[in-house]
DNA sequence: ACCTGAACACCGTTCAAGT
DNA sequence: ACCTGAACACCGTTCAAGT
C-alpha cells in the first residue's frame, strides 16, 4: 500500500530531474505510473502534499544515516552523495561539509531550492539538518541567544546560493551582451567601471562558493570571540 | 501606444500585491484591463516578459532617481519607499539603507523574490542597484579583486531573507505544534533542547534582520582589513 | 493599428461509477 | 480497496478574422 506511494514519489522526482519542476503535473505523474490522475490522489492527498513529500525525501539524503525511521527510504534512484555517515570532528569541517552536501545536492535536483522557499520545511528531516547546524554553531562557541537566528542567517544564505544557481541568477552576470548596460546614461554605473577585471570571475562558482564558506566561518568565528554581543 | 502597456502592468501589479502572483494570468489581467487576453500580446510580448516588466519596474523603485530615464515611471500607483534621494555618506549607513529598503519593498510586493529568483534580472535598474552595493563593498576597502563575489553573497542573503519571510520558510519555525517532531525518537535532536529557550525569538523579524545586518558589515570590515587575502 | 473569437493542448480537482 | 471517465473551471498561446 505504501509501495504505491513509493512508485509515485520516484516518478516524480524523475520527472522534475529531467523536465523541471513544471513538468511535475499530477497527469504527467499519472501517466509515468502507468494510471490515471485521479488514482494518485489516495496515495498523495494532493499535489502540494506530493511536492511536500519529494522535498522531506530530498532532506532526507542530505542527513548522516537516522537512528530512527523518519521516513520509509527511497526505494530506488541514486542515492545523492549524503554526509558521511561519520561527522568530522571541528565544526569548520562539519560546517563545510554540510554546505558542500546541500549545494551538490541543489545541483543534482535543481528544483529543490524553489520548493524550499515556498514552503515551510516542516519535514522530520528538515528539523534534524536544522539540528546539526545548531551543533556546528554551538560547538564554534557562538552564544545559545545568538544560534537560532545564525543558523537562520547561514541556511539562508545556503538557500540562496542554491536558488541562483538553479534558476539562473548568477548566469548570465553583467558582462553579458544582453545586460543591457548601453541602455543607461554615462556614467550611471561607477563601481562597474572599477571591477571591469574581476567580473568574469563568477564563472568559476565552485571557488566562489568556497571562499563564501570561509567568510561565513570567520564571521561565525567573530561573534563566537565577544560572547558580550 | 505606450500607455496601454503602462496599464496593462498597472493591472499585473495591482492583482499581484491583492491575490498573489499566481493570480497573474494573462485572462486575469486582460479581464482587469477590460480586454481580451489576446490583446495583451502585441504590448508585453508574453507573459514571461510581462513578469521580467514587473520586475524592472520595482527595482527601480528601489533606487534613488535615476540620472538618466532607464524606464518611464510608473504611471499610478504607490511608490513603495525608494531610497532617499541623498544617499548617505557613510558606507554603513547606505548599506543599511539599501537592505532595509529591500526588505520593506518585499514585504509590499511579497512576488518580487520568488521572481527575482527565478530569472536573471538583466533590466537596466537592477544593473544599477549591483553598483551601488559594489560602490559600498568599495568604500567600505574591500579589494577589487573580491567585490564582484561579496557582492553576489550579500545580495543572495538580501533575496533569500525576503524569499523566506514572503515564503512563509521562517513563519511557522521549529516550534509549530506541526512540526512533526514527535516523529523523531528520543535524543534525535540534540541542540534543539539547549536552545528552546530561544527559539521564539524569531518572531522579531525587525530585529534580526538588523542583527544580520550588523554581522554582515562585521564580516565586511573584516575582509577589508587583511586585503592580502 | 488594434482588437476579437474560436481553437489547441494543457492544468488541478470533484464526483459518480465501475470492478 | 482501488481505479476509471466524464466533467468543471481554469491555463498560455496560435491563427484567422474583423474594424
Redesign the interface.
Known sequence: MEDRRQVILDAAMALADERGLDAVSMRAVAGRVGVTPMALYPHVGSKAELLDAMMGRLIGELLPP???P?EVPASAGQRAEPLPGQLAERWQDRFDQFAHAARNLARRHPWI??L?????????DA??A???I??VL?DAGVP???????E??VS??F???A??EA??????G?L?P????E???E??????S??V???G??CRLDA?FD??LA??R??IE??AEHRDG
Open positions: 537516522s537512528t530512527g523518519a531550492a524553489s524550499l522557499f515556498s514552503r515551510p520545511a516542516v519535514a522530520p528539523l534534524r536544522v539540528d546539526l545548531y551543533q554551538l545559545e541567544s545568538q544560534v537560532p537566528r545564525l537562520r542567517l539562508t544564505f538557500l540562496g546560493f536558488a541562483s534558476g539562473g541568477r548568477f548566469g548570465a553583467p553579458d544582453r545586460g543591457r548596460r541602455q543607461l546614461p556614467g550611471a554605473l561607477p563601481a562597474f572599477r571591477l577585471p574581476w567580473l570571475m563568477h566562489e571562499a563564501d567568510d561565513l570567520q564571521m567573530a561573534i
